[in-house]
């Protein structure tokens, strides 16, 4: 039996390919032969860490929202003012290089799938649950520093998240007229709609370090 290390190390890989084949293939299309061959391991090996094709894209999913937030670990850690982490919290989620882009395509997958899954709509709700909590904890924090003009947290914060993830979605169909840049354009107007006129310099030197 592989050592803990190993194990860990492998089921890492193993979901890692499971995201790369979802964000290809599609979640109905994906097979355990299509995980295998990405992660270069057999289909037993596979099955020794996942009971059943379910189980194992059920995983990717929830290991896909915990690996995209460990990558924007950093913002929450050093951007201590709200602006500057909102900033770069759309930045960070623009749909511009290959690691995020495959992250956005398994969302987008998890979302279609969830249509007529119970158990990933649940599971939808709890990882994007945590996400939206992330994001409103920033706002929150915008609003006690009176750097954010906000009557109600919350709906600023699905506000916000509602455009990222309806450009993104327009971005990652190739839309002609929504590129990652424009995304990123339209995301930080609103910020700077909800900004108070006293902290619009230190949001326009935000936008200008996240890019």
Sequence with gaps: MPRPSVEAERREQILQATCEA????GFRAVRIADVAARAGVSNGTIH???DSKDALLHAAFQFNFEHSLERRRWIMEKSDV???RLHRLVES???AGPETITAWRVWVELWASALGNVELQEL???VYGEWRGV???TVEAGVEQGALRVKDPGA???MLLGL???LAIQVLTGSTLMTPTRMRAVCDDFIDAITVDKHRVASTAAKRTAK
Aim: hydrophobic fraction near 40%.
């Design 22 to 25: 979802i964000a290809e293939l």
């Design 48 to 50: 020794y860490y996942f």
């Design 82 to 84: 709200p602006l500057v």
């Design 93 to 95: 989620y623009l749909p």
């Design 124 to 126: 939808n709700d709890t």
């Design 135 to 137: 994001v409103r904890e």
């Design 156 to 158: 600023a914060t699905d």
């Design 164 to 166: 990222l993830d309806g």
